[in-house]
């Protein structure tokens, strides 16, 4: 089968470079698939689960954040503002995300504060639902 160029770029990182089979993202009206030879074209990225079929039959999860990913000539550019393996979600760390959260949707904020909290929120509970799902072998 053939593949596709496919690199991941997360806003501290290359998270990933290589070649894969398959590439599911999550995008605001739903998930997408990308196989190799899809036409150009630019996707936004939702806050999600991203799974990849790097080799066949192997697919991988990756917690993403939001962004977009850019397909040309059978490459596809993923740019999202983070990315972690269910393996390096800090758990803890990812509860307490969410409780900061969760408590800061509780005071009083300006727009662009609830923006940023709500965009925090959902980034925890997709950490906790990657690792969690890993976790109890789900
Ligand atoms: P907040 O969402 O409360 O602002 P933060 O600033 O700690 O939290 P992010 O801005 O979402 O976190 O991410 C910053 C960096 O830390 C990114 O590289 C992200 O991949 C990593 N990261 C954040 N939370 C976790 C976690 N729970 N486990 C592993 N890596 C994390």
Known sequence: MDT???KIIASDKIFYEGRCRNLIIPAPDGQKGILPNHE????AVSV?????????GKWSE??????F????????????DTAERPEDIDIRRAEEQRERAEERMRQKQSIQEYYHTQASLARAM????LAQNKKWNL
């Open 40 to 43: 150009n074209m630019v996707i």
């Open 69 to 80: 990913a850019e397909i040309v000539n059978n490459r596809v550019t993923l740019l999202v």
């Open 126 to 129: 997709n950490r906790l639902k």
């Open 4 to 6: 596709f160029g496919l």
């Open 62 to 67: 990756v917690a993403v954040g939001t962004g």
């Open 48 to 56: 999600g689960i991203a799974r990849l079929e790097l080799e066949e």
